[in-house]
């Protein structure tokens, strides 16, 4: 055979080989990368808890990507503001799998707005790894397109609960987020407290978004508790206990994870914030014993050198490691469905952080540890 004519002949084989994987690829997956999305606030009262996050996924990313990422595909996200709006939530996730072709999801933020996009991926068959919220519709039943990374709100509340009435304490009151973050909570509490024969003192609720908790504090503030479980975020949690004080009571301040240690103290300065107790979901940031934590601040350093470590951060890049690690264990084309049986195959270790799966158990962990902020900002433990 003529050399043009074995040329052409090579050319077209490649060409055809190239046309045969697009044809046969899942959606989201190209010769070259493999796309992602995400929908979590990076503006308004919630922003930098979307912000931190996607640093976090994009620095585990980011690190695959420099070892060749999976397969020779590179790890890509495209990532759109919710602004921790339902609707939004819901609008983003059908336009990153419409109209952007993502492979998967990763990363979402909030109870109301992950379990309203739960509806649409589910029904698309994208999977969803990790969201920043331990509401039970995210659980049970169990939905196999949806991978938990944290306790849930049930475990959160149990253990604050059985811990204040183990010092004695047994005038509890709950301030809530009036949505499915903050109901969840408040059934956390009220469900463990009455496993002590006890109920809340009182009981105050606040708009998702909302920052003035004057009404709230008073309610609660006329019943004196000795102790309050704040299931809200930043700003409308830095309001109460700032208008509890102003109202002289001072008991025991506690919350739950979501309202993000490090910014809690940002908000309210190292001496206001001093003394308010905080479950955590995640590893301890700034534990450099564990080999995730290490992986986690060295990645970090490479992709947002001026970032500081977080537990939102953390949480975000512990979401893009169980991602690429579903995707390692595919053998052969990536799809959906192999992703999902490659998560539900064996536990995970991170190094320090396990989580595991089953078709049956999407929970992921249980893990919890009580945190109180002490002197100058610090997170102790």
Known sequence: MPLHTLGRALLALAVGAVLSLSAHAA?????????LGMSSPFTG???SYGIAMRTGVEAALAEVNRRGGIGGRKLTLSARD???????SVANTRALIDDTGVFALVAYYGSSPTTAAMAEFSKAGVPLVGAISGAGTLRE?????MFNLRASYADETAAIVNHLVGLGIS?????YQDDGFGRSGLDGVEKTLATHGLKPSATAAITRNATDATQAAASIAAASPQAVVMVTLLKPTAAFVNAMRAAGQNPQFVTLSPVGAELLVAEMGAQAARGIGITQVMPYPWNDALAL??????????????AKPSYYGLEGYIAGRVMIEGLTRIQGEPTREKLIAALE????????YRLSYSPTDHFGSHFVELTIIGRNGRILR
Do not use: M, W
């Open 82 to 88: 919710d602004g921790y709006e339902t609707e939004r």
């Open 293 to 306: 934590v290490r992986d986690y601040r060295e990645a970090v350093k490479h992709h947002a050198p001026d």
């Open 171 to 175: 005038k509890v009151a709950v301030f």
């Open 27 to 35: 959606t989201g997956v190209s010769a070259d990368a493999i796309l």
């Open 141 to 145: 039943p169990v939905n196999r397109h």
């Open 45 to 47: 009262p919630n922003g």
């Open 345 to 352: 195959q064996a536990p995970i270790d991170l190094g320090g």
